[in-house]
């Protein structure tokens, strides 16, 4: 997992950036990876979640999948404040009790469908038909499946861990990638958080080809190979 930081007087993201990374710079992006508001949302006592430094960047420009120049869906977008620019302001749906207020489903949800049957890996006697995901990338995941079949790798996905999920990320006070429907996980038994892994490179290629970040290249304990999300810098 990334390694807190408790917030002590006197600190500022900044401060925090620069001791941690060696830039400054990167209070922004901080922020963002943390869910906060900007730079000042931080109080004395509060944990800071300091990632690798390359999770904090935006990833490089790759290839936007077999349906570039065409695609129906938005480009990935890059931290707290462009995830919720692009896929809703999910905190605006949170309950006191901590579930979702049904409008967030009814609004915002859909579900893709899948051209070949996926084992659930919690019940391996039943498989998934379709993935529950955010309305905007429903088109983007069956188009993700469909190259899947069509380059051969079907047989590198071996079972479906979950798509839309309402949790916050594992260890963290902020909103999973799940929340908003927006990441997925395959091969759960063999690809476990902060292990290497045995996610095939080719399907690791193709899901990056189309925007995703894979968890697989995270570092330490919060390495996830299981976890593919379309969105970045948090």
């Known amino acids: 997992m990334p390694k807190p930081h408790i917030v002590r007087k006197g600190d500022t993201l900044a401060k925090i950036a620069e001791a941690?990374?060696?830039?400054?710079?990167?209070?922004?992006?901080?922020?963002?990876?943390?869910?906060?508001?900007?730079?000042?949302?931080?109080?004395?006592?509060?944990?800071?979640?300091?990632?690798?430094?390359?999770?904090?960047?935006?990833?490089?420009?790759?290839?936007?999948?077999?349906?570039?120049?065409?695609?129906?869906?938005?480009?990935?977008?890059?931290?707290?404040?462009?995830?919720v620019a692009t896929f809703g302001d999910i905190r605006g749906f949170a309950r006191d009790d901590g579930t979702p207020d049904p409008k967030w489903e009814t609004q915002f949800m859909a579900r893709a469908a899948l051209p070949f049957p996926i084992p659930l890996d919690w019940d391996r006697s039943k498989s998934a038909s379709g993935i529950r995901c955010h309305k905007l990338i429903a088109p983007l995941l069956e188009a993700v499946f469909t190259d899947i079949v069509g380059k051969g790798l079907q047989g590198a996905v071996q079972t479906y861990g979950g798509g839309y999920n309402w949790r916050m990320k594992r260890g963290q006070a902020k909103p999973s990638t799940h929340s908003w429907g927006i990441a997925i996980d395959l091969n759960a038994r063999t690809n476990a958080m902060g292990t290497a892994g045995d996610m095939d490179p080719r399907l690791v290629e193709l899901f990056e080809g189309y925007g995703f970040v894979w968890g697989g290249r995270w570092s330490g304990s919060n390495k996830d190979p299981m976890h593919f999300q379309y969105c970045s810098g948090y």
């Open 20 to 83: 941690a990374f060696g830039d400054r710079k990167l209070a922004a992006a901080l922020a963002a990876y943390n869910g906060l508001a900007d730079t000042k949302d931080i109080r004395i006592g509060q944990a800071v979640q300091l990632p690798g430094k390359a999770e904090l960047k935006p990833p490089k420009a790759r290839p936007a999948g077999a349906r570039a120049g065409v695609a129906p869906w938005p480009p990935a977008p890059h931290g707290m404040d462009a995830i």
